[in-house]
């Protein structure tokens, strides 16, 4: 480790500033010094991912592919050096850190397959009719192409799955976009280990320098001027609704506008229904003292908002929740920002008029770790005070109680975009709540039966993503191989010479790719 | 005709505000009077259209199919008056109102083809696996799913094919999206008739009152209104960059930003490479006289720069397309608005240093009409004078005449983002010049062989948009099936029951779509 910038294929540490990490167990800094990123380095970068562009926008799916399997198998070699770094820069468990190690390995080598594959350019193609009248008909070809370098922001709660070789990046490098990081300072140490596997994975398969660069920064500035800048064609996100929408201004105010994807906040609502709470109000309590505390609650998805109407099995669920999540240890954030921010926004909700406090851990806490809290309030309430609305981002959740169907349909209704919102129902139920399943539809971007947001399958049916400001742009998911969708743009080619054509919609089709083919999805030569 | 609104099924004409709109060729104003919309009518129809969407979004593709075949039904029905109030509105000849009543038909015909075929929807599935370890896999469905109410803008230059029923309203009303239409002012008489279509067909077919309104306005308020409401959800645009730079910003700057579709500006470049000038200079500067005049040059296609390599031939050509351009007749533009804009942008290019001015019609024309003008500068001069970037809207073209083949690459990667770009070679010559095909795909949406820029086919291969400002979002086109994907996002449903899932993703697979199920593309049950 050096604590360097990588400006394309060379270590670079030009600037004055420095910073350091943090081990929340330890609840000290950690050694390494990390190099701020300097206005000339940024430059650096941004020209060098320019230049790579013209060449790595024309890399086969074959050369792509390679590239990706290399970043996942140098991620591996690095072994057990960056477990340790990411756990000493996280707080977070060795089998947290080889898990996401194995969901960021599987979603490199998907994008892999994906591009090998190659049917994802979605070829379509019209073929000339010169004798239609009153005029010819031309011969059109249509296929996605990559839109230009993208910046990806790190994100805190995912140092690998979605920061440095995350799903953002995989996804931009897939559809030949080159990416530049901007490593999230909490974590530097684990995003330096990883930007060297993909610029020896870069350097080993071939690909043009520039491909590929990371750039540490403790403030905004970096991020700032990597945004503004003309080269830049799109930006990747995952954080706070605050820097979230504050690169979405930026980018929005540009000369040239780009496309911003960021992940952001939720509170992804559950509502429990009537005859389900009857059936087994106990074990759900279990159950969500458990989503609730998972990974201290650090997940986009964790369920920071119940909704049920008031009955007694509601009490007694509420009490349940209490009283399971007070059994459960208290455990560590990823770094003071977060459980300072934990402790405010924790605080902030509970000192909102009529919120009862059902559990607040009382015992005394080590520092960096977070007290597990659940609070209720009505109905009433909650419609009449936006700031409950707000995510508490930690091991917090608030159950509301609402006076009846009506008013829970109101409540869902007037919520902000989430990226999941979870019914929990009898069997034969549901079906009598159409209206309370249609608001929440058009509330989120993933509806779950009897089960837990936390935890996002990476598939391609998953959508993680949702109205704002669980995303800022609904019609794209941050997860699944269709996320590439958000680094690319269709393009045609009108009459164009077939040994000019990209192989992709050569008459021959000698990747033998699927094609729309005048309306006919085909395999095969025209 | 009124000159009212359509708030949602009924007819209302309550502000104080009326205008009227102009005949071109008689130099006067139509005699109708219309009703700018009121505030209280503008929040009435977007009331009317978020109560809609609750209803319309679960319409099967069936009934919308219906829907919107019945539109292009009713249009037909309004048969002469509908073309003669066109002519008087627009100046523009009888034929092209047919041809493009006749293409605004098509476009609902083809969406309620796709809508009543139904795997638009992208239907995706990814099963169960519950003994798969660590964890249990859930089962994941996705399918596309309507962003809400929609507003589009009417362009001035295509009445009917991208205004009231166009392809923006016809893409949203076929995803599930209620619309509002903010009418264009100097058609207001042709969008009432439309508009009338659409209500008759809504009525006929059971649509729930709000799926459609139409909105009067000459200035800009009702448009700020419509774009600022909460319950807009999603906004199309076919204008000026000015108009839809604005309207961005709106969006951008609400509580919650929506997207924007804006398809804006372009000059079109088109390179001429040197042995076809060879060949053919002189037909080449026939076609493109002719290209350029098109529509007095009111197309957003329209070819407003010719690049070049010094030479004789290149001085020929340019000496031909002027003396050909000379002996077209003039032509009516659309309203005075439009010839106001022609003639200071054009006077401004004119008035640019070492602008060679090759032919500007000389004689008188009648009020309204635009003198064709063709106009020559250095590679150097173009270079250095942004002003000469900037479109002229009307019967314009500048041909830059480079030094060299590096300064015509340096030219293409510095224009702004373009809806074309064409090259014109001999047919191996093409292959010579990989670095200016690579530049010119990079600046447009769609590259065209041999051709002229102008005439856009409606089919699922074109792509009508392009890099800022072409468009506001480069990820979408305005044109062809693939344009409903503007209005939509995608959606996830987990462990959902069976019978509570939409037909699109249900075991049985009742419309007998195609599927991606554990990713293999299928049709059948699972």
Tied chains: 1, 2.
């Excluded at 477990?83 to 994008?111: M, N």
């Excluded at 799903?167 to 080159?178: E, I, M, R, V």
């Excluded at 003309?230 to 990747?236: D, L, M, Q, Y």
Aim: net charge negative; aromatic share 8%.
């Amino acid at each position: 480790m050096t604590g360097k910038n990588f400006i394309g294929f060379s270590l670079s540490g030009d600037g004055n500033k420095t910073f350091q990490t943090f081990n929340p167990i330890a609840n000290s800094e950690n050694e390494q010094l990390y190099f701020e990123a300097s206005d000339q380095e940024i430059e650096k970068s941004i020209t060098l991912a320019n230049k790579a562009f013209q060449e790595y926008r024309s890399c086969s799916g074959k050369e792509k592919a390679n590239f990706l399997n290399a970043i996942a198998d140098e991620i591996l070699a690095l072994d057990d050096e960056l477990i340790q770094v990411y756990c000493s820069e996280t707080g977070l468990p060795e089998g947290r850190a080889k898990g996401e190690r194995g969901r960021t390995i599987f979603q490199l080598r998907s994008f892999a397959e994906l591009v090998t594959e190659g049917s994802w350019v979605e070829a379509t193609i019209d073929t000339a009719v010169p004798d239609r009248t009153p005029l010819p008909k031309s011969d059109i070809r249509r296929m996605n192409i990559p839109l230009g370098p993208v910046v990806v922001f790190g994100a805190s709660n995912f140092p690998l799955a979605y920061s440095t070789a995350g799903g953002d990046t995989a996804a931009a490098l897939a559809g030949g976009c080159p990416v530049i990081v901007k490593s999230h300072p909490m974590h530097a140490g684990t995003g330096e280990l990883v930007a060297s596997a993909i610029v020896k994975a870069a350097q080993k398969t071939g690909m043009p320098e520039g491909v590929f660069s990371n750039l540490n920064s403790s403030g905004i500035e970096v991020g700032v001027a990597l945004v503004k800048h003309p080269f830049i064609k799109a930006v990747g996100f995952t954080g706070s609704i605050q820097g979230g929408r504050a690169l979405l201004d930026l980018a929005s105010q540009r000369e040239e506008p780009i496309p911003v994807f960021a992940e952001m906040g939720s509170v992804n609502p559950v509502v429990i229904l009537p005859k389900a709470l009857k059936e087994r109000a106990e074990s759900l309590a279990k159950t969500y003292a458990s989503s609730i505390t998972l990974g201290t609650g650090q997940f986009c998805t964790n369920p920071g908002l119940v909704l049920g109407i008031e009955s007694d099995e509601l009490t007694e669920f509420i009490q349940s929740l209490g009283h399971e999540i007070l059994q459960i240890e208290p455990s560590v954030m990823l770094h003071p920002n977060i459980i300072g921010a934990y402790e405010k926004n924790r605080d902030k909700a509970l000192s909102q008029s009529n919120v009862e406090i059902i559990a607040d851990y009382p015992k005394d806490v080590q520092p960096n770790y977070a007290r597990q809290t659940i609070t209720t309030v009505k109905g009433k309430t909650f419609l009449e005070n936006p700031t409950l609305h707000q995510e508490v981002f930690g091991p917090f959740s608030m159950v509301v109680q609402c006076e009846n169907t009506e008013e829970l349909e109101r409540i869902i209704s007037q919520l902000e975009g989430q990226l999941t919102g979870t019914l929990i129902a009898d069997n034969r139920e549901a079906v009598q709540y159409p209206k309370i399943i249609a608001a929440l539809q058009n509330r989120v971007g993933r509806l779950i039966y009897n089960g837990v947001p936390t935890g996002v399958e990476v598939c391609p049916s998953m959508v993680h993503g949702g109205p704002y400001p669980a995303s800022t742009d609904s019609r794209f998911s941050a997860v699944g191989i269709h996320s590439i969708q958000r680094w690319v743009r269709p393009f045609s080619y009108q009459d164009w010479p077939n040994d000019l054509l990209p192989d992709e919609l050569k008459e021959e089709n000698p990747l033998n790719i699927s094609r729309t083919v005048n309306g006919q999805l085909i395999q095969g030569k025209l």
